[in-house]
Every structure is written in structure tokens, then in C-alpha cells.
């Protein structure tokens, strides 16, 4: 059984840090792309993050470059996203994502609610 389970989430003062955890199972976890979605009230799920599947490789959503750092750690199946200096904007659910090109196919987890508020 396939599960993403991202953990992490919560209330935080603008300028403060959180650190996401996604951990993974049921699927052969350094096959695949992992990215970080997220998802504001009344806005599309946007893309904040990418890591390919051995890690050398990331990409960020210009809105979070120099804030977000994504990471994984493939001995534990699981994949990190570190949000620094957090701003209102930030507010969202955060979902995490296992991407697999060739042959294709992903999965999605529940999410976790981040608000960023004084």
C-alpha cells in the first residue's frame, strides 16, 4: 500500500521556520521525483519545490527561492522541506508528491496545513 505521510505543519509567527517531513512506503522510493505542492484557500495547487531521485538535482517556485530548501534522504525514504523567514503568503496546505516519468505514475499525500500569523 502506497502512503505519503507529511508531517510538520503548523502555526508560526512571520519570519519563523518550519521543517516538513514526507515519509514514504509502498513504492521504491529512489525511483522517483519528489516535489512539494502547495495549496492556498481559493487558489490553484502551485508548485513550490522539486528534488530528482538521488538528490543532486533542485528547483524552486520563484516566490520561495532563497527561503525553501527541499531534501531527501533515501536510507529513509523520505523527503524534507525546510521554510525559512515564513511570511503570510505562506499560509497554505502543503502537499507532497512522488513522481515516477517512465513508466509514469504518482502519488499524493494528505497534506499538512501550514499559517503563518501573529
Known amino acids: 500500500q502506497v502512503q505519503l505521510v507529511e508531517s510538520g505543519g503548523g502555526l508560526v509567527q512571520p519570519g519563523g521556520s518550519l521543517r516538513l517531513s514526507c515519509a514514504a512506503s509502498?513504492?521504491?522510493?529512489?525511483?522517483?521525483?519528489m516535489r512539494w505542492y502547495r495549496q492556498a484557500p481559493g487558489k490553484e495547487r502551485e508548485l513550490v519545490a522539486t528534488?530528482?531521485?538521488?538528490?543532486?538535482?533542485?528547483n524552486y517556485a520563484d516566490s520561495v527561492k532563497g527561503r525553501f530548501t527541499i531534501s531527501r534522504d533515501n536510507a529513509k525514504d523520505t523527503v524534507y522541506l525546510q521554510i525559512n523567514s515564513l511570511k503570510p503568503e505562506d499560509t497554505a496546505v502543503y502537499y507532497c508528491?512522488?513522481?515516477?516519468?517512465?513508466?509514469?505514475?504518482?502519488?499524493w499525500g494528505q497534506g499538512t496545513q501550514v499559517t503563518v500569523s501573529s
Open positions: 509502498g513504492f521504491i522510493f529512489n525511483r522517483f521525483i
Open positions: 508528491n512522488a513522481l515516477r516519468v517512465f513508466p509514469r505514475n504518482a502519488y
Open positions: 528534488i530528482n531521485s538521488d538528490g543532486g538535482s533542485t
